[in-house]
């Protein structure tokens, strides 16, 4: 593999980026946000975005950036691959993220969002039928994810466990 | 445009000046605890997206240790007190003379840790109650709560509720400058976030005109 001529591609919050055989995909730091690879493996593509919140309906301004939200993210990233040349019934998932940072004995919504999040994308990603091939989500450490189309892993780090491949 | 966005000039002034009286207090109570003169200084009102947020600190990936304490009240918010794991040493031998800990890889040292909060929760309840006296509104710290993790995983927990609102968020940062050690000077960051709902109520108090 040249994974020495391959681009680092870098995800931030709130966004949403796409790479193509040798580039690789990373975004750092996720909390209760959710990191969501969608990928055709033979088409080499993929797509990763960082998802902050569930919902984009529960925000109280229209105008917000779209790659925020599971609900409005997702649905670019599985477009724009099919656009790009992905097919829609070889699209494959893996996920990680969702953790809850601080545990709060308050009764507070915003805290458990991580599991909200995580099940947001899940949502999304059933109701187009995509396949969830790997995850590592929920804990109370951040994460670093990064992943090779040329491998399909997902390699995740943290501070406490180390790094592993999913 | 967002309500963030469309703040004037005198109200970001208005907001340092908030942010000036709060640290300055903390700085005694940290100088007190300290046992030496340790200065505080609010060097800008920021507006940033989450991303330059990150980076303010040394990127989403840096490890850090921060206190998070949710501010209850009549202007809520969320408050940060970030320290590098190398300086939150510093701060934790200064204070209790102990020389055999690590906070910089886990397992970390549970006395540190403990040493780490109080300061904490020291700082934040100065800050806050200068803050409350000026501006004459009732603010409460929770209970305050350690993490030492990815700075991006730790700072985006407090952005949560600004984001349904806001791409971005104001910060009222607070630089400690300690002089204890000429070569190690300790670089701290204060991160006050109110709710976005919180703003017309403080420049209310301040008597400054809402737009």
Known sequence: ??????????????????????????????????????????????????????????????????????DTSLPILIDTLIKDGARKFALKAKIAGGAQMFSFSSS????????????????????YRIPILAEDVYGSSGRTIEFSIDTTLLNVRTVSQGTKDI | MSFIESLTDYQLDALKEVGNIGSGNAATSLSMLLNHKVDMKVPAVRIVDY???????????????AVFLRIEGEAPGNMFFVLSPEEAETFVKQMTGSEDFSVQEPPFDEMAMSALQEMGNIL??????????????????????????????????GLL????????????????????????????HFFLLPDPDSFPKIFNKLGIPDQ
């Open chain 1, 1 to 70: 593999m040249n994974t020495l001529e391959s681009k680092l591609i870098k995800v931030g919050i709130a966004d949403l980026k796409f790479a193509k055989s040798p580039d690789v995909l990373r975004t750092s730091g996720l909390g209760s946000c959710v990191g969501v690879v969608i990928y055709d493996a033979s088409a080499k593509i993929a797509g990763m975005a960082h998802v902050m919140l569930p919902d984009s309906k529960s925000s109280k301004k229209s105008e917000l950036n779209q790659f925020k939200y599971a």
């Open chain 1, 108 to 127: 507070n919504d915003m805290l458990r969002v991580g599991q909200r999040n995580v099940e947001a994308v899940k949502t999304v990603l059933n109701q």
């Open chain 2, 51 to 65: 991303n330059e947020m990150m980076e303010l600190v040394g990127g989403p990936d840096k490890l850090i240790a």
């Open chain 2, 124 to 157: 934040a309840g100065s800050y806050l109650s200068a803050l409350s006296d000026f501006i004459n509104v009732l603010l409460q710290p929770s209970v305050p709560l350690l993490t030492i993790d990815m700075a991006g995983a730790i700072l985006a927990e």
């Open chain 2, 161 to 188: 509720e600004l984001s349904q609102v806001s791409d971005y968020a104001i910060i009222i940062d607070t630089i400690i400058d300690d002089h204890e050690d000429e070569n190690k000077p300790i670089q701290g």
